[in-house]
């Protein structure tokens, strides 16, 4: 049965919705635009989404593009391996299904970078489709309005949420009710401090009525956030040219450049682990110079320190005449001015913007 408040959230929705540049979009903008609003907000994804659908207006366009363009398009907006995975389906797309993306949420799932909520999202919002969508923010709310007791992480407690979802979606209008979810989840229904008071559907909603929305939903407490040392050589050759490497394309920042270096083991000296890592990566050997910058940098899951120092190159480890792509995809001797041409992730980012600071300097 459809849920009992759906005419009061979709009247509150149509009249106060943002106007979004992927609003009644095409199909191909409707899912470029989810993936990219994946663990990122609003107002960071307009300009790079704008940027992308100009540079590629089509599914044809992006299958067609060059991982590097498609990555440098990207810098900045984090978890590349979502640029990746976009261009990767892209390719599926013309090859399997004429360029047109399918709308059946079972055939969006087979697709790089589409979970079960990206599919529900795409196939109701593009398609019309019957499929519920539940992220972190409709995961809240629905915990409210059941007055959920049970840890929203554990898996049994989402199996009871998408079994609800489902059995709760309209007999029409389901994108626009699965919008309407996640904006009330966004605005109203906040984390901390929700806006009981003006929302929408509170007569629906048991936590309020129990006085019991500051307690839902119930997640157990996480586990702190891992930390680790990493180091990264500036490392130049007799022109001044700097040494740098794309990283392999499974995995963190797959498929980005970076200055070479590596995650410090235990009990190990920043200046051995650099050497370490650069002899098993590209198999060179370089002379580690002074600590150049300290960067700090918070991934999803943990924190990161990097260590960068200016390195002089000495040579490829013999038999070998030139650098080796051991642990990297690709490397690459370039100019200061040519680190702009390449996609880097944001901590190599700021020592890149520490480099041009001291040569303004030096000016
Ligand atoms: Fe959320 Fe409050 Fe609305 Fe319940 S009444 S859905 S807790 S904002």
Redesign the pocket.
């Given at each position: 049965m459809a849920a009992p408040f759906v005419n009061e959230l979709l009247s509150w929705y149509r009249e106060q919705r943002a106007d979004l540049p992927w609003r009644d979009a095409d199909p191909y903008q409707v899912w470029l635009s989810e993936i990219m609003l994946q663990q990122t907000r609003v107002e960071t994804v307009i300009p790079y989404f704008t940027r992308f659908v100009q540079a590629y207006p089509t599914v044809e366009a992006l299958a067609a593009a060059p991982l590097d363009d498609v990555l440098k398009l990207w810098e900045g907006l984090g978890y590349y391996s979502r640029a990746q995975n976009l261009q990767r389906a892209a390719r599926i797309i013309v090859s399997e299904y004429g360029g047109a993306l399918p709308a059946a949420p079972e055939d969006l799932l087979k697709l790089p970078g589409v979970g079960r909520y990206t599919a529900g999202a795409i196939a109701s919002i593009a398609f019309g489709r019957a499929a519920p969508a539940l992220d972190g923010n409709v995961i809240r709310?629905f915990a409210?309005?059941l007055d959920l007791e049970e840890d929203i992480a554990a898996s049994s407690t989402r199996n009871r949420l998408w079994a609800q979802a489902e059995a709760w979606l309209p007999a029409s209008d389901v994108g626009d009710y699965n919008q309407a979810l996640m904006e009330?989840g966004q605005q109203?229904?906040r984390p901390q401090n929700?806006?009981?008071p003006a929302?929408p559907?509170?007569a629906h909603?048991r936590?309020?009525a129990a006085g019991r929305?500051a307690l839902r939903p119930l997640r157990t407490k996480p586990a702190p956030t891992p930390h680790y040392d990493v180091t990264a050589g500036l490392i130049r050759d007799a022109r001044g040219s700097l040494l740098i490497a794309q990283r392999p394309l499974d995995g963190l920042l797959g498929g980005l450049w970076e200055f070479p270096g590596g995650k410090v083991e235990q009990c190990e000296r920043l200046v051995d682990c650099l050497k370490r890592e650069l002899r098993e990566e590209l198999a060179i050997d370089v002379k580690v110079g002074a600590l150049f910058a300290v960067v700090d940098h918070a991934f999803t899951h943990f924190k990161i320190t990097l260590h960068a120092f200016d390195c002089r190159y000495l040579g490829a480890l013999p038999p070998h005449r030139e650098p080796q792509a051991l642990g990297v995809k690709d490397w690459a001797w370039v100019t200061e001015a040519q680190l702009a041409d390449y996609s880097f992730g944001k901590a190599d980012r700021l020592v890149i913007e520490e480099l041009a600071r001291r040569r303004e300097m030096l000016l």
């Open positions: 709310v409210r309005l009330l109203v229904c929700p806006l009981c929302c559907i509170s909603c936590a309020f929305q």
